[in-house]
């Protein structure tokens, strides 16, 4: 059974930074890309940054420049680097995981980690 397991969110001050981070583990072959996603109080689910196997990576404009996404193959983890934190990245942040099993791929989410920011 395949989880993916997010840890690190809290609450910070404007400006702070946060490091979250995202395990997958279970009975997949490999995993391809790797994706953080921010969902708002309210509001739909959307893509912040995401990172290919190879490490090519993926911005949403929202956070270019202040975002850093990285990764770990070895250990199957993928790390978001959030610096200069505003009252609009509150929420929610989940974990997709880009996994293939037995041929087919499949995208497993995590629970997600709860980002709340003070002004």
């Known amino acids: 059974q395949v989880q993916v397991v997010e840890s690190g969110g809290g609450l910070v001050q404007a400006g702070g930074s946060l490091r979250l981070s995202c395990a997958a583990s279970?009975?997949?072959?490999?995993?391809?890309?790797m994706g953080w996603y921010h969902q708002a109080p309210g509001k739909q689910r959307e893509l912040v940054a995401m990172i290919t196997s190879g490490g090519t990576t993926n911005y949403a404009d929202s956070v270019n420049g202040r975002f850093t996404i990285s990764r770990d193959n070895a250990e199957n983890t993928v790390y978001l680097q959030m610096n200069s934190l505003k009252p609009e990245d509150i929420g929610v942040y989940y974990c997709?995981?880009?996994?293939?099993?037995?041929?087919?791929?499949?995208?497993?989410w995590g629970q997600g980690t709860q980002v709340t920011v003070s002004s």
């Open positions: 279970g009975g997949f072959s490999r995993i391809n890309t």
């Open positions: 997709a995981a880009d996994v293939v099993i037995r041929g087919y791929p499949y995208r497993y």
